[in-house]
RNA sequence: GCGCUCGUAGCUCAGCUGGAUAGAGCAUCGGACUUCUAAUCCGACGGUCAGUGGUUCGAAUCCACUCGAGCGCGCCA
């Protein structure tokens, strides 16, 4: 359920009730449990409207917050507060809505669903996957799945980059020193190898530069041979990126990169011409914005403008994504297209989004910008050679400590796992490790990447979650039930119960927060929230040695925190085994 | 030069539609295991919210300026 909005339409009732105005109540959690467990603070800006001493309208406020059985106890206070303490048996009687909705678990279903395009991981062909890559797949995807969770319908993109300049490169490197063998074995190492090479010697070779312009405009042109030795470089890249995005448990519904629009390209340059917000400039062609009524104010004072054509005729990326803007638009029929792209890109963005505005695209885009994933000292991470960081290895590292974790757990007698479930939850855990790491963060900030806070597996970490649900889990075991059955009267008259109720009365908001703001932290902040209330009710309230309608009251809180801590952590894409 | 983002506890970060004594994790210190799994729990310590001024009954939050950090700025993506 939605604890906190169920509290602030009644809250609104009240204030209108008592002032005659339609405004934000604004409830707030009490920061001090000596003041309740929420407030309503409209009283105190509604003092000057009004001309009334504030505690006068708290006053009258409070008079018709009593009449609510919601509340057990309703106060004012201070200069104006009313502080209010949730009456236990209401909030239990609420929540069991939540505990007999085995299909959402509490996550409202919205009344207003959209189509949203998800562009996000968008590598590219011949290249791996670098930690660059990361945070865009794993943000990308936990938003697909809230969004869908709240009843959207979602598509994700893979915006992959499969065409440009590269190809003439690597065409003629391919031929002329490449190792077809090596292709089908690796193929991402051999055409990085052959890229290399290439690029190496076009800038010593001059004939070798020219051939490789002739193969670009060969390919481009529709030449058969190229166009099959270039599908043959995107299908096996393909392959190699289907097994990472396999081992992180990330899908697409479209792999709809950069080639597809490339019929596309003279078109769109023509419409922004027609237009006349593009016009020619040295050869090329963009759009000016000092000259362009109706762009945004900030751009309206920028110098540069956003070229879509270069002097040589060639396209750039900003006409790939208008052309892929126009296309979500018109064709996929989007209402919202989510970017799920590095925060160095903002202004690209803010510049397609403005024209493509202007020459008429209704789906609303969004630029989901994401900080860099930084070292231990503030430096973008990179290998020792400084390279980026590949995507797998720093998997394998992630998995492999877990593993190690695992090991020394259970040669202490601290966890109870079957040697041959090892791998498997070293995988769950190690990988779980890195998204939530990842996305426990604010998206928008740079983040510190520190290998040892992040498998400690201690506090704020994706494996605390998971130990939380391998806990709540093995009861189920011992009772011989399953998460979904108990759903008896709820008694909330233990602090550690009436803490965790409150809690997960707030999963809904949580994950509707998490959607609506398109910031995954929300939910793993009420994750980690809810984990930890379970955890303290778990040392506080014993389950299986309680009897009669005592345990079932708390077999079934055991119950609903199992669901949601399920159920959420498969919302951020994070596996939660049931024993490790 | 123009623009964007950001400065909160020793460290990493929440909080920023303005509300009472600014929160969490880690680290440090002290307690709790013949266990419904101690990757846990309970407690303690820790802050001039970069600085200055302003708006307000009330500012970490809004505005202005200063200092400091990062990033982006015509034919790469």
Redo the contacts with the bound molecule.
């Keep these: 359920m939605q604890l906190e909005k169920t509290l602030e339409t009644l809250a609104q009732d009240a204030v209108r009730a008592a002032t005659g105005l339609d405004v ?1 109540p ?1 409830l ?1 959690p ?3 449990p ?3 467990d929420y ?1 309503v ?1 409209a009283a ?2 509604l ?2 409207e009004l001309k009334k001493n ?1 505690r006068e309208i708290a006053g009258t406020i409070a008079e018709e917050l009593r009449r609510v059985p919601a509340f057990c106890r309703v106060e004012v ?7 209010l303490t949730l009456e236990r048996a209401w909030l239990a009687e609420q929540l069991r809505r939540d505990v007999l909705d085995l299909e959402h678990d509490g996550i409202p279903q919205l009344s207003s669903k959209e189509r949203i395009v998800v562009d996000f991981s968008s590598p ?1 062909i011949a290249k791996q996957m670098h930690v660059g890559h990361l945070r865009s797949t794993i943000l990308g995807d936990a938003l697909i799945r809230i969004l869908r969770a709240l009843g959207h319908e979602v598509t994700g993109v893979n915006h992959i ?1 499969d065409w ?2 590269q190809y003439g490169l690597l065409l003629t490197g391919m031929r002329e020193f490449g190792d077809a063998a090596a292709l089908s074995e690796s193929p991402i190492a051999e055409l990085e190898r052959i890229y290399k090479a290439a690029s190496q010697r076009a800038k010593e070779d001059e004939a070798f530069a020219e051939r490789a312009r002739a193969e670009l405009a060969a390919l481009q042109a529709g030449n058969e041979e190229n166009l099959a030795l270039w599908r043959r470089f995107v299908d096996t890249t393909r392959a190699e990126l289907d097994r990472v995005y396999a081992r992180l448990g990330v899908t697409f519904d479209s792999w709809r990169g ?1 080639s597809a629009y490339n019929d596309d390209l003279p078109g769109v340059v023509e419409r922004a011409i027609g237009s006349g917000l593009a016009r020619e ?4 062609i ?1 759009v ?1 914005w000092p000259e362009i009524e109706g762009a945004p104010d ?1 751009l309206k ?5 956003f ?1 879509i ?4 005729g ?5 006409t ?1 994504d208008l052309a892929a803007l126009f296309y979500r638009d018109s064709v996929l029929g989007a209402d919202e297209i989510l970017y799920v792209v590095d ?6 963005f803010e510049q397609l989004f403005a024209l493509g505005a202007l020459l008429g695209v209704r789906a609303k885009p969004h630029h989901i910008s994401f ?2 994933i ?1 070292d231990e000292n ?1 430096k ?1 991470l990179k290998t020792r050679d400084g390279v980026a960081v590949t995507l797998s290895s720093l998997l394998d590292e992630a998995v492999a400590r ?1 593993r190690s ?2 090991e020394e ?1 259970i040669a ?6 079957d040697p041959s479930a090892i791998d498997d ?1 070293a995988e769950a ?1 190690g990988i779980g490790a890195v998204k939530y790491a990842d996305l ?9 990447f ?1 290998w040892d ?1 992040m ?7 994706g ?2 979650l998971q ?2 649900y ?2 709540v ?3 189920f ?2 009772a011989g039930e399953t998460i979904r059955e108990p759903n008896h009267e709820l008694d909330l008259g233990e602090e550690a119960a009436f803490e965790l109720a409150k809690t997960l009365a707030r999963f809904g908001e949580a994950v509707e927060a998490a959607g609506r703001t398109h ?1 995954p ?2 939910l793993t ?1 009420h994750l ?1 929230a809810l ?2 209330a379970f ?11 309680a009897e009669g309608a005592l345990q079932k009251s ?1 077999l079934t809180l ?1 119950a609903l925190t199992a669901r949601q801590l399920e159920r959420g952590l498969g919302l951020l894409g994070i596996r939660a085994p ?3």
């Design positions: 934000p604004q707030r009490t920061a001090d000596a003041h309740g407030q603070n105190l800006s003092a000057k504030p206070a201070g200069p104006g507060f009313v502080n590219n980059g440009g300049t950069e400039d040295q050869g090329a963009g000016f900030r004072k920028q110098a540069e403008p070229l054509r270069k002097k040589d060639a396209f750039l990326y900003a790939t925060a160095r890109q903002a202004n690209h900080g860099t930084l503030g973008p877990a974790r695992i757990g202490e007698g601290k966890l109870r796992l939850v855990v426990r963060q604010n998206r928008r900030s740079d983040y510190q520190d806070k498998v400690s597996f201690q506090g704020n970490a494996p605390y130990y939380a391998a806990r889990a093995a009861i075991d011992k910031q932290h929300l902040d980690f984990a930890k955890m303290s009710f778990y040392e506080a309230c014993p389950i299986l040695k708390r055991a049931a024993r490790m």
